[in-house]
């Protein structure tokens, strides 16, 4: 199964490039699926891992597309993982820090490995591109990212402290946004 999960993700994204890089943008979804493999070796949860951008960001991938080829489990935290891009940059991340906070562990173990990912990526580049780094973001507001950034380690704390993946984030969280506790500051700005 997770050998068509990356076959049917690395077609569904094919194309598709890291905001402001030239990386193939599969290299996020097979880090995320990476990452949730040293937290469990549950197939269904790590092919959703590989899965979980399909449905946001892809076209022709729906639920039911994801749920014929892959079970109604695989399909629901891939939904799960989903944000409605109709939706404002802030509506949509409120959403994802207040959807993690009741999420199942499973959903909030994809989710803490997709922001991971992200992490991953913004350290690696900010010392390359320093504050230009943020404009290649919807937000364009290093402020505001860490808000978010904050939220979601702030969310995730109670189940995933003491996890490495949960340490490495909150590790790049201060060193990227500072030690700072998540306030909405920017949003007067």
Known sequence: MLDE????????????FRKGTKKPYIVHPLEVKDIVMTMTEDEEIICAAVLHDTIEDCKDV???????QFGERVAKLVVGESEDKTRTW??????TI???KNASEELQMIGLADK??????INRDYPIFG????????????????WYYKNIRDVLRPGFEGQEAYAEYSQLVDKIFGKEPADESWREQ
């Open 116 to 121: 991971l990912s992200n992490l991953r990526d």
């Open 5 to 16: 999960a990356i076959l049917f993700a690395t077609k569904a994204h094919e194309g598709q």
């Open 98 to 100: 207040e959807h993690l």
């Open 131 to 146: 504050e230009e780094l943020w404009l290649r973001f919807r937000m364009k507001n290093k402020d505001a990212m860490g």
């Open 62 to 68: 729906s639920e039911k597309t994801i749920c014929t």
């Open 90 to 95: 802030v509506e949509r991340k409120s959403a």
